[in-house]
């Protein structure tokens, strides 16, 4: 297994479309104002909810991005999707699943549905399955979205749209040794 670390010089792009970029996300996203990234990040504890997290993330600084940064920063609920089972739980889940659910339904944002790293599935008691179509409150949706493939296709949406989701084959990882 071959583990790269660091890009090849054929996958970069061009050094004047990447200070290009950089300078056009810094001030659509405020990094010009702050050194920290654009929403907090949860911590994922035992959960195993990174494809969820990847998902909301990427949608949140899309909208921003939409909006040229204009109006109050959006923090869409992970603790949503995993409540809905929109595309997964703490045990996995699928990149595109939060995306295809929300289609068709609202999510909330995180002060009205904190993280809280569980799902249905789990046991604890703070996830049991319940209705979560309350409404009107504050909340985000999509109209469409799509799928790509290729690292050319990646690099030229994400230059061009912003932050994309992803999906990884970690497995592969378990079995990394240093040497």
């Given at each position: 297994?071959?583990?790269?670390?660091?890009?090849?010089?054929s996958?970069?792009?061009?050094?004047?479309?990447v200070?290009?970029?950089g300078?056009?996300?810094?001030?659509?996203?405020?990094?010009?104002?702050?050194?920290?990234?654009?929403?907090?990040?949860?911590?994922?504890?035992?959960c195993?909810?990174c494809?969820?997290?990847?998902?909301?993330?990427?949608?949140a600084?899309?909208?921003?991005?939409?909006?040229?940064a204009?109006?109050?920063?959006?923090?869409p609920?992970?603790?949503?999707?995993?409540?809905?089972?929109?595309?997964?739980?703490?045990?996995?889940?699928?990149?595109d699943?939060?995306?295809?659910w929300?289609?068709?339904?609202?999510l909330?944002?995180?002060?009205?549905?904190?993280?809280?790293?569980?799902?249905?599935?789990?046991?604890?008691?703070?996830?049991?399955a319940?209705?979560?179509?309350?409404?009107?409150?504050?909340?985000?949706?999509?109209?469409?979205?799509?799928s790509i493939?290729?690292?050319?296709?990646?690099?030229?949406?994400i230059?061009?749209?912003?932050?994309?989701?992803?999906?990884?084959?970690?497995?592969?990882?378990?079995?990394?040794?240093?040497?």
């Amino acid at each position: 297994m071959s583990v790269v670390a660091e890009a090849r010089r054929s996958e970069l792009l061009p050094r004047s479309e990447v200070e290009a970029m950089g300078i056009v996300w810094r001030k659509l996203l405020g990094f010009a104002r702050q050194a920290s990234s654009v929403l907090p990040v949860d911590v994922h504890v035992y959960c195993g909810s990174c494809w969820a997290h990847g998902a909301v993330s990427a949608l949140a600084d899309r909208v921003k991005i939409a909006r040229n940064a204009q109006g109050a920063d959006i923090n869409p609920s992970v603790q949503h999707i995993l409540n809905c089972h929109a595309g997964g739980t703490c045990n996995g889940g699928s990149v595109d699943g939060p995306y295809q659910w929300l289609m068709s339904n609202y999510l909330s944002y995180e002060t009205s549905n904190p993280y809280v790293a569980c799902s249905s599935d789990v046991s604890g008691g703070l996830c049991d399955a319940g209705e979560w179509t309350i409404q009107p409150y504050p909340n985000v949706t999509i109209s469409d979205y799509g799928s790509i493939s290729g690292e050319a296709a990646m690099k030229k949406e994400i230059y061009e749209r912003g932050p994309i989701s992803c999906g990884v084959d970690a497995l592969p990882l378990l079995n990394y040794t240093t040497e």
